[in-house]
């Protein structure tokens, strides 16, 4: 199971970096995608990455302000989120894929408890 963190509160404008750790067999390739969910709304698609990180997909929400990178080495998927707005605002899910399931939240195997972001104005 994936473990999210690098959540908090932080100013309209501001930025944020969110971690999620995969203790996976050392020889699995699974691709990682970060999923939000604000207070009384369906859990959304942010970001998605590959293995070896060959293949990227963002939503258009985040497109241009968010950044998914993965460090092998450390087991580590990370979400750079700049330019943050209130509307960033959710408790943010990683989930494991051993496909690339990109946006379908269906395909993935594996999800994490959150980290709660918060952006003010």
């Known amino acids: 199971q994936p473990v999210e963190s690098g959540g908090g509160l932080v100013q309209a404008g501001g930025s944020l970096r969110l971690s999620c750790i995969q203790k996976l067999p050392t020889d699995m390739k699974f691709a990682t995608g970060w999923f939000r969910q604000a207070p009384g709304k369906r859990r959304e698609f942010v970001a998605s990455?590959?293995?070896?990180?060959?293949?990227?997909t963002y939503s258009d929400s985040v497109k241009g302000r968010f950044t998914i990178f993965r460090d092998d080495a450390e087991s580590t998927v990370y979400l750079q989120m700049n330019s943050l707005k209130p509307e960033d605002t959710a408790v943010y899910y990683c989930?494991?894929?051993?496909?690339?399931?990109?946006?379908?939240?269906?395909?993935?195997?594996?999800w994490g408890q959150g980290t709660q972001v918060t952006v003010t104005t």
């Open positions: 989930a494991v894929d051993v496909n690339y399931s990109g946006r379908n939240i269906d395909g993935y195997e594996s």
């Open positions: 990455i590959g293995w070896k990180g060959v293949r990227t």
